[in-house]
């Protein structure tokens, strides 16, 4: 049998209908792989590892696979220095260091203790870090919260860069981007980070200059203008901690509760640690005074101070420091020093960083003198430069 | 495989190109070969209950058309229904009556009354193709058709994957026969089959899915949703079940004129009726003429001697009708609800009251067309809670809560969009009531038809949903 005329007329027509419609789709599509929006993960990493020249990564419209991408940057990088944490971690950055050690912030990677296990569970053998800093939250202790399991969820999901929807969803804010400035489509090719100059993979990179560095580490680019703009504390979370703290909004809770289980699972994530040989560094990042004096005189007091008092035992017991830096005023700095009321600023976690290798560093980390003399550099008048201390200097 | 995902187009459009190049046994052949591909692409182990459903019907036809005695071929008849519901009953209902057993036993004051129920997955579509195998055996048994040969056929017609999941539930005497048919390549028919997806999918990715994630955000917060927050939800889950469904029937109906093969209507505008009797002969058309073929006319149907039996026909009617839907009390009340609907035109005795369905409603019908909307509106309630008891408390909430205090939603841009999208679809489905559906546009010059085809995909493009919602009817 052949196409009858009829046929053929049918599928020609079809195909000049929907011809300007594939055309301009896969324009779209080009304009998304090339702006790093929907670019594999390996890609990323590798060339952030391969660290030639500064890059800066953040999808702005699908889904972020933060985690993913973290643990596959951990076992990519397998750095000599790790740190492990939520989003409170990231401002901890390969220059504090001193290029004593090789470094990868995986912040973000994990949101509960049982995160911690599936990292280390899943690290391949022979490629542990030497050291873990860790960032513990309090929330991870709560019974309503820690089975949250978003690592193993993460790694099990196939990559965004195979999923159709990626590629409607970019392309649709590529186009609105495109009808609002022409200017956009030059700006993507260039394709440079509008805040410090690095080189843009994803859409909000690109756009904002929002993402996270070579190292890991995050750069908000938004909250660093609006800070030189204006030098006030302000919350600029949505909704701000201190609100989502007063009305029991994630991760706080009305039926927050100390959950000893959680404890038990930090215990085997730290013991599995120190039989593969790596020494774990924990600490509580800080909250504004703000947020700490709310927490310490509200429902949540009972719970918190269970974490307080409760999780340092535990890294004692495996013979690991613990630092709880809880109230960001145990670190003689203000509120000036967070971008919100959870998430301190990068000079706020120099000092705190600072602090920390004042009593442990000898033994743990090589170097500590240089280290030393760089954060002091850095923080020389800290309250001058209560945003981005420029690294290069050092 | 669903209608709104890339993997279903991809897959039509080989089928048809494949398809148009056979001859008309080899054609069957392969639309049951795609049919199968379809089915099994959710879960390939269920294609054994639709072959096994197929078989069924298709020797017991056979045993229905050459038993010599009535009572042979009621037999047979008995054997099919007995068997096609025990499929439905065990997968569909084991659950929800073991369950309701249970609650009966503990009202009744048995507290140790404990069974066990079992995992059991809904297979995708078993409501739809076993009425339609149903409506085989019945047909032949009332010797309206006669049973095929080719088992072929037969399994295609029980298994066309267009209507396979969610419908339209077809009848052999319509659909049936077209299998046996030459089969020719229509222009026209082709161009509308296409016009007819891209409205179906426009419906259901920009205006269905859209006004979803509004109604999830109340019926899924059960407990804190305010009345209003309610209002504006069931509001618009009237419009999410309409796009959503009509949407895939749409997309089912577009798809087999692609083959040459036509499916019946499910819808005919039905918020645009003037009483509920209006209303049922334009909703789900052919799940309803179904239900009033095989179960209310048999009943005795509207002519009987007393008014009370007509109503008892129609409430059994509807209450089966809403089981049929879902295993949960919430959809047979809302049969009910329907049916009881049906009061004043029985006290009237006007029994297809009003205007015919294909005359056309007036702007002077719009205070009957609101007065059934709310109504209808009132039953969804019903149908979309979870339980009983969370449909009344929802229905309290709506009413109790409403002042000036907690209507601002109504100024929120979420409800202004959203009402907006509501609206304009209404507007559009007014000016082309008269026709099958809405991109009907033959007599429009080529440009502005081609501009109009563009506009709806820019706002499938634009505004379209794509987190994979699946059709609502899929879980029936």
């Known amino acids: ?394 | 495989m669903s209608f709104n995902s890339p993997v279903f187009f991809v897959f039509l459009a080989i089928a048809f190109l494949v398809y148009w190049r056979m001859r008309r046994k080899e054609q069957n052949l392969f639309l049951l070969f795609c049919s199968y591909v379809f089915y099994g692409w959710w879960d390939w182990r269920f294609l054994s209950l639709i072959i096994v459903s197929s078989l069924t019907d298709y020797v017991v036809g056979h045993k229905i058309f050459r038993a010599q005695s009535p009572r042979r071929k009621r037999y047979w008849l008995l054997a099919s229904v007995l068997i096609n519901l025990s499929l439905l009953g065990f997968f569909k209902y084991f659950n929800f009556f073991i369950e309701s057993f249970q609650g009966l036993l503990l009202a009744l004051g048995f507290s140790d009354a404990s069974f066990t129920t079992l995992s059991i997955i809904l297979p995708v579509g078993i409501s739809f193709y076993t009425f339609q195998t149903l409506s085989y055996s019945i047909e032949l048994y009332q010797g309206k058709i006669r049973p095929t040969r080719d088992w072929v056929q037969f399994f295609t017609f029980v298994s066309f994957f267009p209507q396979l999941v969610a419908g339209p539930i077809e009848r052999a005497s319509h659909l049936l026969g077209q299998f046996s048919e030459e089969r020719r390549f229509k222009l026209a028919e082709a161009y509308d089959g296409v016009r007819q997806i891209l409205w179906g999918l426009f419906k259901k990715v920009v205006i269905a899915d859209n006004l979803a994630t509004v109604v999830q955000q109340a019926y899924g917060n059960v407990d804190t949703a305010l009345g209003p927050q309610f209002f504006a939800a069931t509001f618009f889950f009237a419009f999410q079940i309409y796009c959503d469904f009509s949407g895939y029937s749409d997309i089912a109906i577009g798809s087999a004129k692609l083959f040459g093969i036509k499916l019946s209507r499910n819808f005919n505008y039905p918020y645009f009726s003037r009483n509920i009797s209006e209303f049922w002969r334009r909703w789900h058309i052919t799940l309803s003429s179904w239900f009033r073929d095989y179960v209310f006319i048999p009943l005795g149907g509207s002519r009987v001697a007393r008014k009370w039996t007509y109503f008892r026909n129609i409430l059994i009617t509807f209450a089966v009708s809403g089981l049929w839907h879902g295993a949960n009390w919430t959809f047979v009340v809302w049969g009910v609800l329907h049916g009881l609907y049906f009061i004043p035109t029985i006290l009237t005795s006007r029994i297809y009251g009003g205007k015919p369905a294909n005359e056309d409603a007036t702007l002077r019908d719009i205070p009957k067309i609101l007065a059934t909307f709310v109504l209808v509106t009132l039953g969804w309630v019903f149908f979309r809670a979870q339980s009983l008891p969370e449909s009344v408390y929802i229905l309290q909430t709506i009413f109790e809560q409403f002042s000036l205090a907690t209507i601002t939603i109504f100024f929120s841009a979420v409800f202004i969009k959203k009402t907006i999208i509501v609206v304009g679809l209404v507007l559009v489905e007014w000016w082309q009531r008269r026709r099958a559906h809405v991109l009907c546009l033959e007599s429009l010059p080529v440009w502005v038809r081609w501009s109009v085809y563009y506009a709806i995909l820019a706002g499938l493009f634009f505004f379209g949903n794509f987190d994979y919602r699946p059709f609502i009817y899929f879980q029936f």
């Open chain 1, 1 to 394: 049998m052949h196409y009858t005329p009829d046929i053929r007329t049918f599928v020609r027509i079809m195909v000049l209908f929907w011809l300007p419609v594939f055309v301009l789709f896969g324009v779209t599509v080009f304009f998304s792989v090339y702006s790093g929006e929907i670019t594999p993960l390996g890609y990323v990493i590798e060339r952030q590892v391969r660290n030639d020249r500064e890059y800066l990564f953040a999808r702005g419209v699908i889904g972020r696979e933060t985690a993913r991408y973290k643990y596959m940057g951990a076992e990519r990088a397998s750095p000599s220095i790790l740190v492990v944490g939520s989003s409170r971690v990231l401002e901890l950055r390969a220059e504090m260091f001193g290029g004593t050690g090789s470094f990868y912030n995986a912040g973000s990677m994990v949101g509960s203790v049982h995160d911690l296990v599936d990292f280390i569970d899943t690290l391949p053998v022979g490629r542990e870090p030497e050291v873990v800093i860790l960032g513990i939250d309090a929330w991870w202790f709560d019974a309503s919260r820690f089975n949250k399991r978003g690592l193993r969820e993460a790694l099990s999901k196939g990559e965004e860069f195979y999923n159709w929807k990626a590629y409607v969803y970019s392309g649709r804010r590529i186009i609105s981007q495109i009808l609002k400035n022409p200017a956009y489509i030059s700006d993507s090719m260039i394709g440079i980070d509008p805040f410090d100059g690095r080189r843009a993979i994803g859409l909000d990179a690109l756009e904002h200059g929002n993402g996270f560095r070579n190292d890991g580490s995050r750069q908000y680019a938004g909250y660093l203008t609006a800070m030189r703009q204006d030098m006030r504390y302000v919350d600029r979370e949505d909704p701000p901690i201190i609100e989502r703290l007063e009305e029991g909004l994630d991760p706080f809770s009305y039926a927050s509760e100390f959950d000893d289980e959680g404890l038990k699972i930090l215990a085997e994530f730290l013991s599995k640690s120190k039989e593969r040989g790596i020494t774990v560094i924990g600490f509580a990042p800080a909250f504004s005074s703000e947020v700490y004096e709310e927490m310490m005189d509200s429902y949540y007091t009972e719970f918190f101070s269970a974490f307080q008092e409760r999780v340092p035992g535990v890294f004692g017991e495996y013979g690991f420091a613990y630092f709880d830096f809880s109230d960001v005023r145990s670190l003689g700095l203000e509120d000036v020093y967070m971008f919100d009321g959870f998430h301190l600023t990068e000079t706020g976690t120099a000092a705190m960083f600072a602090q920390m290798i004042n009593t442990t560093c000898e033994g743990v980390f090589t170097g500590c003198e240089h280290m030393r003399e760089i954060l002091d550099a850095a923080l020389k008048d800290p309250l001058t430069t209560p945003a981005e201390v420029n690294w290069q200097a050092f």
